[in-house]
């Protein structure tokens, strides 16, 4: 194995660890106005609601952002050419996803400074599009790489609509929605307990039929126009993992075992999108001999070695911390643990 | 304009902004962790509450910065493709090492300090604040050695084989003395920038308390702790400043020409402090004030016998050595960003000299005057920091790497070899879509920012809440919720 596939495999797994974790954010963001709607019609309840739903993800979600710094930079190191051909090329929908993800980060961040209804209104919609802008945008990206891009002779690409607006690009959008949606919907379920964690749980019971088909539907297009013998693996795995997290959720059992059974749902989808890529990183649809593979793409050896060391030393380190910090909120919340606001009133000058 | 000046225009305007946040997270996270510090150590609840009065505005700070970092990153492959694709052996490795080394700390443990409070034991608590401190410099390492790369590129070398930049010793690029300089003098400036802050606001709130318990014990410490931290770094600003100078008159001789609107190579010229000028380059510049000395000093420590070489002359080598161009960076703005960075140090400086000398022995200042000069103070290191990033990017141009004087003379890419491919009106969309966005995210920083500033420490933070025991079934609320 040479360095080259060492950090394809590298990159895969910052990605799982990017839609493994940003994805149950990008769900409990996606759903959290439901969990306001689905209280008993009194305003204080519903924004407890809400609140018990953000909170979850309170204290770990920027965090797990820094995979997607982490994978972008990595990318940037080891497989320049792909950074610069993908990025450029796939300008507008990027655009979109930074908006979501400033947007949202805001949003989350400032929701509680003010204890306004008309405030949290704003917040609301801003961790709603941030959530759901990414969700569907991330699916649509990595569906129309696998599909191939018009990668020329200069490894350019002049973008048409039809490249990342197709019958397989939407598909995958709407997978990796309803997947983020439902992985979210189970990871509120394992972290809260009362009328929230019922809330949850019903909203990942009602997901697991549109979300199996949706997710089977992709896997299967995917593995029958981009598969291999290899690939069926990570197909198997993920309808396995999938009908198990379906299991766990319909008979009420184990919460943490279908957050699990999602996590590597998610994590199997990243896996056979990549391992269907290989050894392509970008697929020319003008001409096979243009596309951007894990050789053509590549840094020196030098850098591949020096970026190794880093990543084998540092991934395990950071994977430490960060598990230490879910064990540190292992405590599942309810409404009832939410305090009063703690932002300052809309108006109001120095007393 | 053309998609490179659309493009330029975009950069300029989003990492400006970037920046303006940024340097006050660096500062004010190491100055939180010495305010928790004095509060685990002595007990004493003022500076409890001061940690959570500037903690607050620290993290509606720390949200837009990390909101916006987000599209620095993206956006060198976005719309600086050909760059990317030609330095990204040697640039993305400090890149990525900053994801790994630096942001996922900080990051994380924000969380954790956030939430945390009740939750971990003090000293835990406490060290969560201190990792986000070293988190957040080490970050600035490693994007300034990034950054020092295209000012200085070294531990690289240009193959013809590939076509760009590869890497031939990661230690000779985080070792760059352009990168140590800058580094240095960035982190100074980023200290300056919130130790103001903090002196600034708790003198605003010391004159507006006058002589009451809170100002004894809150105010006046934390705009003393504040004024002491922002002259230590303005001196470190001067001395790192000057070392970084004297590089660059080797580096980039271009860059400091420029600086200087010095036309034509001179024997011990005149510092400028005043230059008239109708048009953007040397035909018609007029010197109005200049002092001796001063340059030859910058450039080379000595105060005669220095020969600096001119913007006209320097241009003719440049042609020469790398074919027909204009290598001239823009001469106005070179010359009054660089004269703005340091004069606006004026400010902090006067004002943490006088609010010293007003505080002395216990004294509680409450002339009126002392607020306003407080108001006034506030925005000049932001304002500093900017010029500072204007002055060392615009006086590059028009390279996007410049050739380094002693390293491989192959290895340089000019501002137009770098920009994407676009069309003028798809990065005319990217810049109005974060122009506006940044724009309507500035204002509610603003407002959030002077409002919580105006409400000042909060009276029932006075007291920390015990920690809670882990696995404990009563249903406390949260120490901490959004």
């Known amino acids: 194995m040479t360095l080259q596939h060492l950090w394809f495999i590298i990159l895969a797994a910052l990605f799982v660890g990017f839609f493994v974790l940003e994805g149950f954010d990008f769900g409990v963001g996606m759903l959290m106005e439901f969990f306001g709607r689905a209280a008993d019609g009194a305003e204080e309840t519903a924004e407890q609601h809400r609140r018990a739903a953000l909170n979850t993800i309170g204290p770990v979600w920027d965090g797990n952002e820094v995979w997607i710094i982490t994978a972008g930079a990595a990318m940037f190191a080891a497989f320049p050419g792909m950074y610069a051909t993908l990025f450029s090329g796939l300008y507008l929908p990027l655009l979109a996803i930074l908006v979501g993800m400033i947007v949202r980060v805001c949003a989350i961040e400032w929701r509680g400074k003010i204890d306004d209804p008309q405030w949290r209104r704003w917040a609301d919609i801003g961790i709603a599009m941030g959530s759901w802008l990414p969700a569907v945008l991330w699916g649509v990206a990595f569906a129309s790489i696998l599909r191939g891009l018009p990668v020329d002779a200069h490894h350019q690409i002049q973008l048409s609509a039809g490249d990342v607006l197709n019958p397989y690009s939407l598909l995958g959008g709407i997978a990796t929605a309803g997947l983020f949606a439902f992985h979210g919907a189970v990871f509120v379920t394992l972290k809260t307990e009362g009328a929230v964690h019922d809330d949850a749980r019903r909203f990942a019971t009602r997901l697991t039929v549109p979300v199996t088909v949706i997710v089977a539907a992709f896997g299967i297009w995917t593995q029958m126009a981009y598969g291999n013998d290899v690939t069926w693996i990570a197909l198997g795995v993920a309808v396995v993992a999938q009908l198990s997290a379906v299991r766990l959720v319909w008979t009420r059992r184990a919460d943490g075992w279908a957050f699990a059974a999602t996590a590597v749902v998610v994590a199997a989808v990243v896996v056979l999108l990549f391992s269907c890529l290989y050894p392509n990183l970008i697929p020319s649809t003008l001409n096979p001999a243009w596309s951007l593979t894990i050789h053509n793409a590549s840094s020196s050896p030098y850098t591949l070695k020096v970026m190794t060391w880093a990543a084998l030393l540092l991934t395990p380190l950071v994977m430490c911390y960060q598990g230490w910090t879910y064990w540190v909120f292992r405590q599942r919340i309810s409404a009832a643990h939410i305090p009063a606001s703690i932002g300052l009133s809309r108006n109001g000058g120095p007393h | ?19 303006i946040l940024v340097p006050l997270t660096i500062g004010l996270a190491p100055l939180l962790a010495v305010m928790q510090t004095i509060w685990v150590v002595t007990g004493n609840p003022a500076w409890y509450r001061l940690t959570k009065f500037f903690g607050k505005l620290f993290l509606i700070n720390f949200a837009l ?109 985080l070792t760059n003395n352009t990168g140590i300089a800058a580094f240095t003098h960035t982190v100074g400036g980023a200290i300056l920038t919130a130790a103001t802050f903090v002196a600034a606001i708790s003198a605003w709130w010391m004159v507006r308390s006058g002589n009451t318990e809170e100002s004894r014990t809150m105010f006046r410490p934390a705009a003393m702790l504040g004024c002491a931290v922002a002259l230590v770094a303005a001196a470190s600003l001067g001395l790192t400043g000057d070392f970084q100078g004297k590089l660059m008159f080797v580096q980039q001789p271009m860059k ?151 390293g491989d003379p192959n290895l340089h890419l000019t501002i137009r070899q770098g920009v994407s491919a676009h069309s003028a009106g798809t990065v005319w969309i990217s810049l109005i879509t974060f122009t506006a966005l940044y724009a309507l995210l500035a204002a509610i920083w603003f407002w959030l920012i002077r409002r919580y500033t105006l409400e000042g420490p909060l009276e029932h933070d006075a007291e920390p809440a015990p920690p809670t025991p882990p696995g404990s079934d009563d249903v406390a609320p949260l120490s901490f919720a959004y």
């Open chain 2, 65 to 173: 910065g990390v909101a916006t970092g987000i599209v620095q990153e993206f956006q060198f492959g976005m719309n600086w493709s050909e760059y990317s694709r030609f330095v990204g052996d040697v640039f993305g490795a400090p890149l990525a090492l900053e994801g790994l080394a630096a942001f996922f700390f900080e990051s994380t443990f924000i969380g954790l300090w956030i939430f945390g409070w009740t939750k971990l034991p003090r000293l835990v608590h406490l060290a969560c604040i201190w990792i986000v401190a070293f988190g957040v410099n080490a970050s600035a390492f490693f994007i300034i050695s990034a950054n020092s790369f295209m000012q200085h590129p070294v531990g690289a070398h240009y193959n013809p084989e590939t076509g760009r930049a590869e890497l031939t010793s990661i230690w000779e690029l």
């Open chain 2, 256 to 406: 400091m020409a420029s600086a200087e609107s010095l036309c034509h190579t001179e024997t011990d010229p005149d510092f400028s402090v005043l230059t008239i000028g109708t048009h953007n380059n040397c035909d018609s510049v007029t010197h109005v004030i200049e002092v001796p000395y001063v340059l030859p000093f910058l450039a080379e420590s000595k105060f005669e016998g220095v020969r600096l070489e001119g913007v006209q002359d320097l241009q003719k080598e440049y042609v020469a050595k790398y074919g027909p161009g204009d290598y001239r960076p823009n001469l106005f703005v070179t010359y009054w960003s660089f004269r703005m960075m340091i004069g606006l140090l004026a400010f902090p400086g006067l004002f943490a000299l006088t609010t010293l000398w007003l505080t002395r022995k216990g004294r509680i200042p409450t002339q009126r005057w002392l607020s306003i000069f407080a108001l006034v103070t506030l925005p000049m290191p932001f304002l500093a920091n900017s010029a500072g990033w204007v002055f060392t990017e615009m006086g590059r141009q028009p390279w996007v790497v410049a050739a380094n004087p002693t």
């Open chain 2, 1 to 19: 304009m053309d998609a490179l000046d659309v493009s330029r225009w975009q950069f300029g305007i989003t990492t400006v902004y970037h920046f």
